[in-house]
């Protein structure tokens, strides 16, 4: 891997090609793609913040 370092300010900061790291970026998302409940929505019947009906009667 070919990485710079250079010190700034006390601190180490760590660059790298924006395309190698937009390549393990996406890398990374399609990877953990299947996990997230954004890309693939939870079951409802699972979903603990799902709406609950409230069945009202007026007596």
Known sequence: RNTKFKRYNNL???FAQVSKAAAELM???ESHAKEDPLVTPV???E???REKK???TIL
């Open 27 to 29: 890398a990374y998302c």
């Open 54 to 56: 409230i069945f009202c």
């Open 43 to 45: 079951p409802s019947s």
């Open 47 to 49: 979903n603990p913040f």
């Open 12 to 14: 180490y900061l760590c």
